[in-house]
């Protein structure tokens, strides 16, 4: 895989300082706070840590329509956050240029009676998933087809480190706390196995 | 003999077995011409699969008769001082032949996993074409044999070369499969052919001229397309993809207006991406576009669960070393807010246990399992026991949370299920993880 180890780094600190930002602690949280809050700041971390790429402005966009994000994205980006905020318009106005000029080639097409049926079946199939892969992949409505697939190549090789990174972080966290509470120091922590 | 080839490659699907042909055509004149490689001729006969159809495949009649009249009027119409570039000429010829087949000879060894038959075919093509090409490739100005064939022309000329192109990868991985005498040898023998074919070019030019003249003639619609179509694509593509080294050429009667190339490189590059993608997928051998798609869209969705998954663990404590002891020691405390008495009693116990469990599980899942329910214990998925230890903190739970909180604040609690999640096997994992301080397994 091509993760850089850069990459790694810059994710797990930006993560660590999510958490400290948010303050995520069991007792002063619920579980879907704290589970939103974990979310947020996994996803800011990975943006933060991969650079600029649309996928990655696609996704801070995203984490900060909903309000009681944008606190916590401008503690954490700071002054990039203006930055990252600011629209690109003319990244918005190519496809759409491009999807009326198909649409009227097809509105042509219908009317001059031209049926290709295998192509059009297998083109529909195609259309349909690429619809799909827009909205998963984050900020994708806004790009034509080579630039969809390459930026999700970039998000599933992002993801995939994201959640190598979280899993070991577990792990390692997991590990220690045993280490500690077995050599007898705190005898009141069998709870913190409930919830792992 | 550009337009033989062409059909040959046109009638790709089953045409393995007409460049076998081509093949046992020289193989048997070669027997009257035993020249410098003895030793290439045996392996090549016996290397000869016998499945493979003889002479005059009716598949490519023409082709096959028209390369038995070349190269034996090379043979026999050359005077005897003439003979020695001759020999050298085939001698480089069936030493591409001698590859061809010793290489065919080991595709079904070693074609191991799918895929690999179409680029075995395809090799098979490249290597038949970096004979018959080079021959013919002075006398055409341009690459661009335009001739219908999709994309393996290029690839005699850049053979041996490194690059990103797909037809280039395809010919290199099965090489790259071959035993290690034969794949130095294939690499730099190439280039050596087409040196030595070059030299040799110019002798066999002039005798076998006429020759080519018949299948330019067939081909002279094609071929004067083809000739005004190589340069101005390798033009536009040379300056749109300056890194590829092979110039994009038109198909046959393709027009060559700029939006058909842009639409062919366009193309090119999503299949690569397309490539790229498959690579990084599991289970992704499907050929088809919608399908590949299907699966990308099913990892995509699949690790973004997993991230959710993960975001709903116990990773808050996270944050410094020193706060995540303060944090156990109040994690502990606030927890446990529901049921006190009954799990701190139960501690050290339930240390115990969970070791001993760890360690059978290590060895055998099923008494590990019938132990716990010896106990009254059972696995539990993470993602609910945090529910439930949440639930059980929070005082304004509803009425079914207040009765389970102290059996649920003990390890592999509730009367659940068995079965092992994931999760619920990272947290048996975990602890035996933690019981021999080994690096944690997921």
Wanted: aromatic share 4%.
């Amino acid at each position: 895989m091509q993760v850089a180890e850069a990459f790694k780094h810059a994710f797990l600190k930006q993560m660590l300082l999510g958490f400290q930002a948010s303050v995520v602690s069991p007792k002063s949280m619920g579980f879907q706070e704290r589970k939103s809050a974990i979310k947020l700041s996994a996803d800011v971390a990975m943006a933060v840590a991969r650079g600029t790429r649309k996928w990655t402005r696609g996704l801070i966009a995203g984490l900060s329509k909903e309000h009681q994000n944008r606190s916590f994205l401008q503690l954490i980006l700071g002054e990039q956050y203006e930055r990252l905020m600011k629209p690109c318009h003319s990244s918005w106005k190519i496809p759409r240029c491009k999807k009326i000029v198909r649409r009227s080639l097809r509105v042509c097409c219908r009317r001059k009676k031209k049926k290709n049926q295998v192509g059009v079946l297998a083109r529909t199939l195609v259309a349909k998933r690429t619809q799909e892969l827009k909205i998963l992949v984050p900020g994708g409505e806004s790009m034509d087809g080579f630039s969809l697939l390459d930026e999700t190549l970039d998000y599933v090789v992002s993801l995939r480190a994201q959640a190598d990174l979280m899993q070991s972080l577990l792990t390692t966290i997991e590990a220690s706390k045993l280490r500690s509470h077995s050599k007898g120091t705190l005898p009141e922590r069998k709870a913190s196995y409930v919830g792992n | 003999m550009q337009h033989g080839s062409g059909e040959v490659r046109g009638s790709m699907a089953t045409s393995a077995s007409a460049q076998m042909a081509l093949h046992d055509d020289h193989g048997s004149q070669q027997i009257q011409n035993p020249g410098l490689h003895d030793d290439f001729f045996d392996q090549m006969l016996s290397g000869l699969p016998s499945a493979w159809p003889e002479l005059g495949n009716p598949k490519s009649p023409w082709d096959a008769s028209a390369a038995q009249k070349l190269f034996r009027i090379d043979l026999t119409g050359k005077p005897p001082d003439e003979s020695q570039p001759e020999a050298a000429t085939e001698g480089l010829r069936y030493a591409s032949y001698d590859e061809a087949t010793m290489l065919a000879s080991r595709l079904p060894q070693s074609q191991g996993s799918g895929g690999s038959s179409p680029t075995g075919e395809a090799m098979m093509l490249q290597l038949n074409n970096r004979h018959i090409l080079p021959v013919v490739v002075p006398l055409q100005a341009a690459v661009g044999g335009g001739v219908g064939e999709s994309g393996l022309l290029p690839l005699p000329l850049t053979l041996g070369s490194g690059g990103a192109a797909d037809p280039r990868i395809i010919v290199e991985t099965p090489r790259d499969e071959m035993d290690g005498p034969y794949k130095s040898p294939d690499q730099n023998g190439g280039e050596e052919l087409y040196s030595g074919l070059g030299g040799s070019i110019r002798a066999a030019q002039a005798a076998t001229g006429q020759h080519f003249h018949h299948p330019q003639n067939h081909g002279g619609a094609a071929a004067p397309a083809g000739v005004g179509q190589g340069p101005a694509a390798s033009a536009s593509s040379g300056g749109g993809a300056p890194q590829q080294k092979q110039k994009v050429r038109a198909r046959r009667g393709q027009a060559t207006d700029p939006h058909s190339i842009a639409e062919r490189l366009r193309r090119e590059r999503i299949a690569e991406r397309m490539k790229a993608l498959q690579e990084l997928v599991p289970n992704a051998n499907k050929t088809d576009k919608a399908s590949m798609l299907d699966e990308i869209i099913d990892y995509l969705k699949f690790l973004q669960l997993q991230v959710k998954v993960l975001s709903m663990s116990r990773l808050g404590g996270a944050a410094a070393v020193a706060p995540l002891v303060a944090d156990i020691s109040t994690e502990g405390a606030g927890a446990r807010a529901g049921g006190d008495g009954a799990a701190v009693g139960n501690n050290d116990s339930l240390t115990a246990t969970e070791h001993r469990v760890a360690k059978m599980m290590e060895e055998d899942m099923g008494s590990a399992m019938q132990y716990l329910q010896g106990k009254g214990l059972c696995l539990m998925p993470i993602s609910l026991a945090s529910a439930i230890s949440s639930a059980a903190c929070r005082p304004s739970a509803g009425g079914l949370v207040s009765a389970p909180p102290p059996p649920a604040t003990s390890a592999a609690a509730a009367a659940e299920s068995p079965s092992s999640s994931p999760s619920a096997s990272a947290l048996t994992v975990q602890s035996a993880a933690a019981a021999d301080t080994t690096a944690p397994k997921r």
